[in-house]
Each structure stands twice: as structure tokens, then as C-alpha cells.
């Protein structure tokens, strides 16, 4: 369930209202006349199954609420109502298969965001996937998956072709190619400074590596991983599962490519170089292919659900 806080104008109050009502799935209505100060008007409270949540969230922005007024949403960890029980029997489809879209866009527009954090999650992941590359140690690849934010700019990438949003396209790759830019850059540096203390190597990097090997080699399983990587993302996403699992799946086929060019690029390996940055190109067009393509048939499919829904 979700929890909605409107704040309507005074001569908007009644339409919200006959709107709120008319959606099958909503609860829990209550109105407060004249309890908003900024902006003046009305409150209006209510709760509405997740899977119509998107259609009334869609009406009230046409409606100019947004604009007006105030639309604020939470989600409901829990809810001890049999009112709230039949709102979801009776809204159409399931909740973990809806997509609130505005909540979508606005999640990735935040996640895509170049900030200092931002660069510093990469950047330090980025240098622990070279430490785990040289030595292959996949106990410091997994600690370098773990820390990589890039599925945000890259899940806001899908978003705003989906959405024809421009803006967010052009913020999220950004973000993306900045990020590593600045990365690898950074991690170049760290590997001369490595290799000055005698932990790196030219010999390790050019050894034998059976568990980190694979992030100079692309071939068809690299896109393929991508491919399914980028679909597991987007559904944790967009389902509101826990993504801290899926983010580790969506880094492996990132964050240690670009770590691998980085260190090959400090010792002059063009090989080393140049197919670990096919890798890192590879996957990220698998994984954004994947992650638009699976927000296309959700879109798809919960579009005909509700035609079906409304005849």
C-alpha cells in the first residue's frame, strides 16, 4: 500500500476527492479543510494499493495538483486494516508487477546525479577491483561490486528513453562516463604509486589470472551476463526489492573491466588495455539495452492491463 498527502486548493478539494473515490484500490480517505499554510488549502489524506497508484498519481498531475498543490507519497511498511485488505483484492494486477513511474524517474534522477559521493564510491571501487585484478583476489572484486554506484546513471539512462525524459538522459551519461573517466584516471595514478612501493607489478598483471582474467577477454557470455544483469536491475528497481544484491551482479561486469584498463594502461599493455575497455563498453550497452528493454514490455503489459481494466 501506499500512503498519499495531498495539498489542494480549496476549489480543487472536490474533484481530488470524487477522483480518489472513483479509484478502485484507494482507502482510508480523510479531508482537512483549511489545514494547509504553504501553500493555502485543503489536506487530503489517503491510502492506495500499489498497483493503482500510477493511474491516480497520473490524474492528479492532470488535475495541476503538482503544480497548485502538493502530491506526497510514502510507502506502508504496514497496515492492519481489512479496508486496506480489499482495496488490494480489488485493485487489477499485483503490486510487485506495478511500476510507479514518476517515482521511477525521480529515483533515478537522484541516483544519476554527478556528485563528490558519487565519484568517490566509484573511484574507490574502481581502485579495489585493481588491487583485486593484479593479485586475483576475488574476495577484493566482490568488495569492489559492492561499493559501485553505476547502476544508478545507467538504470536512469533506460528511464529517460522510456520517458522521452532528455534531461535525464543526458544527466545519466554524464554521471556515467565522467565517473569512470575520472576513475580510471585516478586509478592509473594509484597503480604507479603501487607499483613505486613494489605491490604491483608488471609480472602479476601479466600472470596467469584464472578469477580475473575474464575482464580483458569480452566475448558473446559477456554480453549475455550483461544482457541479464541489466534485466535483474531494472525489475529490483522497479518492484522495490532490495537491490544491494543485484547491484553486486550489475558491478561485476563494470567496475573490474575499468580497474583491469586502468592498471594495464599504467604499464603501456595496449592488449591488456584495450580489451578491457571493449569489455567495460560491452556490458555497459548489455546492460542498458536490457534495462530499457524490460521497462518497455512492464510499460507494455500494464498499459493492456488497464484497457482490459476500463472495458
Known sequence: MLHLRLITPAEKTDDVVRLIESTVGTTHLVVLPGAARTPAGDVVLCDVAREAGDELLTELQELGLDTSGSIAVENIDLSLSKRADKAEEEAPGEGADAVLWEHLTDATHEESTLSV??????????????????????????????????????????TAVVQRRPRLAVRSMIALLVGFAVAMAVTVGFSFFMDAVGLFSQEKLDADRPQTGFVYAPDWFSFVVAVLAGAAGTLSLTSAKSGALVGVAISVTTVPAAANAAVALSYGDTRQTWGSTEQLLLNLLGIIVAGTTTLLLQKTLWSTQRKRQHT
Do not use: R
Open 117 to 158: 559521493t558519487y565519484l568517490a564510491f566509484i573511484t574507490l571501487a574502481t581502485m579495489i577491483a585493481a588491487c583485486g585484478v593484479v593479485l586475483d583476489n576475488a574476495i577484493l572484486i566482490v568488495g569492489a561490486m559492492a561499493v559501485g554506484p553505476e547502476f544508478g546513471p545507467l538504470a536512469g539512462i533506460s
